[in-house]
């Protein structure tokens, strides 16, 4: 069975930083494309950002220089690390694949399969 | 204020229809990207259940059905049950912001 097993998160102080793992199971991470989503209390699902499978890499402004996005092959795993935290970043995250279509995964896809999510929060 | 708009509610009692609506711009469901729609239950990751507008996945009734026209989107429920309460969200790319992005989902609760 093809799954995201998520992990890290818990307690993080603002200003910090904070490294969020993603393990894939049943496929290779290094033929996908991935996003990360997060819902915070109350909101809706926030879209973060994603990679290819060339390593390119997408953010929405409005975390762009302070989330990145990477993923290493060798261990078959999806990261995403946050830079100076704000209680806003109070959330839980998902890790998700997205659809490939074809050789190189081009365009935009479907979210397939999803990781469980991870809550962070924030807060001194 | 979401880029993809959707109602912040809908509801309807067991056995009737719902309709959810997710309306764009020119820069992305009228651009023709493909909207996809997830079912956000309590407790649970987000599920997948409309893809390229009006496929289902394996395993989703049909009692779910997707359909796009212009810059809007819709997801049709029929029959509703209990278990289908929960968040709805669309889901499409924007050409001009060069990004994936999520309407702002709309809680469904069946009366």
């Known amino acids: 069975e093809e799954q995201l097993v998520q992990s890290g998160g818990g307690l993080a102080q603002p200003g910090g930083s904070l490294r969020l793992p993603c393990a894939a199971s049943?496929?290779?991470?290094?033929?996908?494309?991935f996003h990360w989503v997060r819902q915070s209390p109350g909101k809706g699902l926030e879209w973060l950002c994603a990679?290819?499978?060339?390593?390119?890499?997408y953010y929405p402004g409005s975390v762009k220089g302070r989330f990145t996005i990477s993923r290493q092959n060798a261990r078959n795993s999806l990261y995403l690390d946050i830079d100076d935290l704000r209680v806003e970043d109070t959330a839980t995250y998902y890790c998700?694949?997205?659809?490939?279509?074809?050789?190189?995964?081009?365009?935009?896809?479907?979210?397939?399969?999803w990781g469980k999510g991870t809550t962070v929060t924030v807060s001194s | 204020q979401s880029v993809l708009t959707q109602p912040p509610s809908v509801s309807g009692a067991p056995g009737q229809t719902v309709t959810i609506s997710c309306t764009g711009s020119?820069?992305?469901?009228?651009?023709?990207?493909?909207v996809n729609w997830y079912q956000h239950l309590p407790g649970t990751a987000p599920k997948l259940l409309i893809y390229?507008?009006?496929y289902r996945p394996s395993g989703v009734p049909d009692r779910f059905s997707g359909s796009k026209s212009g810059t809007s989107a819709s997801l049709a429920i029929t029959g509703l049950q209990a278990e289908d309460e929960g968040d709805y969200y669309c889901?499409?790319?924007?050409?001009?912001?060069?990004?994936?992005?999520f309407g702002g989902g709309t809680r469904l609760t069946v009366l």
């Open positions: 020119s820069s992305n469901i009228g651009a023709s990207y493909d």
């Open positions: 990679i290819g499978v060339a390593g390119e890499t």
């Open positions: 998700t694949r997205e659809f490939c279509g074809g050789r190189g995964c081009p365009g935009w896809n479907y979210m397939e399969v």
């Open positions: 390229r507008n009006y």
């Open positions: 889901q499409s790319f924007d050409t001009s912001l060069g990004t994936a992005l």
């Open positions: 049943g496929f290779t991470v290094s033929s996908y494309d």
